[in-house]
């Protein structure tokens, strides 16, 4: 089945630096999403890109859809308290229904 | 904003019990999924429902797994006889109609399932 790789597994950064991570897909997807997952809670969507080489921005974040269509990275800029969580990517293939892959995740942290 | 809602939010059960996981997707929402992520790990698909129907199901979604749409506004995800290892998270999204392409799923907070 189709795998999304996502580096770092963790990061333990200050607050204010800027923050980076990626996914790497064994093939290729339509739609790449990002969501950030806090403790005992769902996934909520933070930027959702349709198009390969899409940047968008939202907020302090910025993702791109990678042209080969099988990776994608997030930027957080001058992070916050609140940034902390677990980012995941998710692949989609275009159709009507189709399910999300989601990555292994990221875990961010920011220490005092 | 109208968002996904879960019930119960934590439920234990015994190995063997049969257990109903309940969602009320958001309400002009068409496709409807479930998902599961079991402690630490990452979100898995489950089964996706259109229509009143599966469209697609994963290999962990056998046969002990059933889902349902009773009547218009619940979505159920039943576990007939639970194993120790459905013990995990399970979240229920749903989706809008295609609006060009562009339709997302929204998550609901999430139901955490502890099988004994």
């Known amino acids: 089945g189709q795998q999304l790789n996502q580096s770092p597994q963790s990061m333990f950064i200050q607050e204010g630096e800027d923050v980076s991570m990626n996914c790497t897909s064994s093939s290729i997807f339509n739609t790449w999403l990002w969501y950030k997952q806090d403790p005992g809670e769902g996934p909520v969507l933070l930027i959702a890109?349709?198009?390969?080489?899409e940047l968008t921005s939202n907020g302090r974040l910025t993702a791109q859809f990678g042209i080969t269509r099988k990776d994608s990275f997030l930027n957080i800029s001058a992070s916050i308290p609140s940034d902390v969580g677990i980012y995941f990517c998710a692949g989609q293939l275009r159709g009507g229904n189709e399910k999300l892959t989601f990555g292994t995740g990221t875990r961010l942290t920011i220490i005092p | 904003e109208p968002e996904v809602t879960q019930t119960p939010s934590h439920q234990v059960t015994q190995m063997g019990q049969e257990v109903i996981l309940r969602c009320v997707p958001i309400s002009n929402h068409l496709y409807f999924y479930w998902y599961r992520q079991i402690l630490g790990q990452k979100v898995e698909f489950l089964v996706s429902f259109y229509n009143n129907e599966i469209s697609e199901k994963s290999e962990i979604f056998d046969d002990q797994f059933s889902v349902e749409r009773p009547d218009g506004s619940n979505f159920t995800l039943k576990i007939r006889s639970t194993k120790l290892e459905d013990s995990a998270m399970y979240f229920c999204?749903?989706?809008?109609?295609?609006?060009?392409?562009?339709?997302?799923?929204?998550f609901g907070p999430g139901t955490r399932l502890l099988v004994l």
């Open positions: 999204a749903s989706k809008p109609f295609r609006t060009g392409g562009r339709e997302t799923q929204y």
């Open positions: 890109l349709y198009k390969a080489g």
